[in-house]
């Protein structure tokens, strides 16, 4: 159609595949320097190896799967407070 | 009383007013003045100014310069200053105007010294900000201001029944530290929780603010809610009931936020998950805990400023906001799209980032005071924010599968404006001894230690591999067009049709007294033709000793009347 309609970087599956890939590698990397890195726990247990990695993966689960269930609760059409 | 001793909020007030009456050529100009004079005004302020008034035989302290009412009242005039240059392009209709108006009085009601001055710019806020929702001119605009007007007015009858109850008990209308112990402060908290979006109290943010225009929506974002964290930590630091509080309103809106549709609408939940991180800085009380919340606030009106904008510049350029009509807009859009990427960051406290140094003061003490659960419930809504608003606002509007919406990148000074709130988002994370230099209380707190900037890079990063790995899977709910049922069915649905089954009620019993009553009015008309009609009992010609003998009978009944 236009000039716009070229192709991007992110177009392709293949890159995103890359993104996605880097991500882990990155995760992976920063939870190795728990070895490195002194810590200064917050709380009581929050100096355990990689709780912070697992907790912000489990949480993020964990809401995504409590919406859902929410969603069947609560979903309703767009125009249901328009009908009156 | 100087110039410069003039509450700054009134120069605001007055370049609202008179911006519809100047030339419109000029309107955007005055607009974007008005808070650089009313910055300077703050800047001359002299420390500890006090400016009181005596009015209805009270005195009222116009204007109480210290440490808290200052960092709320530069905060708020920056937001004027955005707003102004953001809405640049909005030169007709009352929105603009309005918006300085609001902007003012919020201004000047953190400045107020007592409650009756607290009072009279709350109401103002209420009936400006409301005047902004319905700028936006349709009828669902039309509807979620009204709703929203009437509970912002409720807060300020609850703030003026606690301030007479206040007067009452003390002899004072003094707004300091109020606390919990009266009927005073129960009122008092109630109108302030309002404001600040408590739990079931919190649904006019979430209905009223999408409905906005898009600079509408941005004004809104800015002061009230962050008014009402004001008053909290001005009268009720220290209240431990507002941890729990505050806990709660972490968390709950992010699962509303996860499956909403409306992207303006999920910034609006997630106002109140910040909130709630702000209450519970309060309820802490301590030096570390009331500092996070005014360093919060002050960060998150920057970022959520950004946000919003950068979602308003989507609806501008596209005509909507909804998740499932966007995507791919980084191509149209590049620096919009990077602008909010910014907000993102900061909201979602990556390092270098705003909410990094500011959100961590509150978890930081909620942690040394030993509350371990509630700290927990934080970090989850911590990863919880990263989630809906760091993930799903950038990348379902720009990223996500491409719509094929091919659009002109945001108007120039829209961009200035974004550009300028990432800038002190930015800022605030890499120089955060500029902000903490103006926090009520002493700082005693560094936030970049190798172990906090690895603890929450490691959160963040696997709560977006969590996202990756749900949406490649397939788990992550599609974004679908609905609404979705919060506490406001109670009175948009129940309430609605309660009242609407009592007018039918009052009209079925309307019929039936109506019937009642004109039946009753022609008997009553009949018995008076039969009493005083031309051969009714009493217009006959009576005799005279007919009339001698009545008087005399009165006069009996007096005497009795009289002794007994």
Known sequence: MNADDKRYWLDDPRNVTTVYRGLWAFGIALLLLDFVVHRHAEADFDGVFGFYGVYGFVACVALVLAAKLLRRGVMRPEDYYDDR | ?564
């Open chain 2, 1 to 564: 009383m100087t110039i410069a001793e003039l509450p700054a909020g009134l120069t605001l007030i007055a370049a609202g007013l008179a911006a519809p009456l100047v030339p419109r050529a000029w309107r955007g100009a005055l607009l974007l003045a008005a808070p650089l004079a009313a910055f300077a005004q703050l800047l001359a302020l002299p420390a500890a100014a006090h400016v009181a008034v005596e009015a209805f035989g009270v005195t009222l302290q116009l204007v109480r310069a210290d440490k808290l009412s200052l960092a709320f009242g530069y905060i708020f005039v920056i937001a004027a200053f955005l707003n102004a240059l953001y809405g640049w392009h909005v030169r007709d209709g009352a929105e603009q105007p309005a918006a300085m108006v609001y902007a003012g009085a919020a201004v000047a009601a953190v400045f107020a010294g007592d409650l009756l001055t607290l009072f009279v710019f709350w109401e103002l806020t209420a009936v400006a900000s409301a005047v902004v929702v319905w700028a936006q001119g349709s009828k669902r605009a039309y509807g979620a201001g009204l709703r929203y007007l009437v509970i912002q007015l409720a807060s300020g009858m609850l703030l003026a029944a606690g301030a007479v109850l206040r007067y009452a008990e003390t002899g004072s209308l003094a707004f300091d530290l109020v606390g919990l112990g009266t009927p005073a402060g129960a009122l008092l908290l109630l109108a302030f929780g309002i404001k600040c979006a408590f739990p079931l109290l919190h649904n006019w943010l979430q209905d009223a603010y999408p409905e906005a225009s898009a600079t509408g929506t941005v004004v809104l974002s800015a002061f009230t809610t962050k008014l009402g964290i004001y008053a909290l930590a001005r009268g009720f630091a220290g209240t431990e009931m507002l941890i729990w509080i505050g806990t709660l309103m972490t968390a709950f809106p992010i699962f509303y936020a996860v499956i909403e549709n409306d992207l303006r609408r999920v910034l609006a939940y997630s106002v109140n998950n910040q909130l709630g991180f702000m209450v519970v800085g309060i309820g802490l009380g301590t030096d570390l805990g009331v500092n996070g919340a005014v360093a919060h606030a002050f960060a998150d009106i920057l970022f959520k400023a950004l946000l919003f904008m950068s979602m308003g510049a989507v609806l501008l350029r596209t005509g909507t906001v909804k998740g499932t009509d966007l995507g791919g807009l980084y191509k149209s859009m590049p620096w919009t799209a990077g602008f909010c990427i910014v907000g993102a960051a900061s909201i979602s406290a990556f390092p270098l980032f705003s909410g990094f140094v500011t959100k961590s003061m509150i978890m930081f003490s909620a942690a040394q005071q030993g509350y371990a659960w509630e700290w927990l419930v934080l970090l989850f809504a911590s990863a919880g924010v990263f989630h809906h608003a760091g993930i799903k606002i950038p990348f379902f509007a720009f990223f996500a599968h491409d719509a094929g919406i091919r659009c002109k990148e945001a108007p120039g000074h829209m961009l200035a404006a974004m550009a300028l709130a990432a800038l002190l988002c930015i800022g605030i994370g890499t120089f955060p001894a500029a902000l903490y230099a103006l926090l009520p209380r002493a700082v005693d707190y560094t936030p970049y230690t190798a172990s906090h900037v690895l603890s929450q890079l490691q959160l963040l990063v696997f709560s977006a591999l969590a996202f990756s790995v749900l949406m490649r899977t397939g788990i992550y709910p599609p974004e679908k067009r609905s609404v979705n049922l919060d506490f406001d069915w109670t009175y948009r649905r129940v309430g609605a049709r309660l009242a609407a089954g009592a007018a039918t009620a009052l009209a079925m019993f309307n019929a039936a007294a109506g019937a009642g009553l004109r039946a009753g009015v022609r008997r009553a008309g009949g018995w008076l033709q039969a009493v005083h009609g031309a051969d009714g009992v009493l217009a006959r010609t009576w005799s005279t000793g007919g009339m001698a003998l009545w008087v005399a009978l009165m006069l009996a009944g007096y005497l009795l009347v009289v002794y007994l």
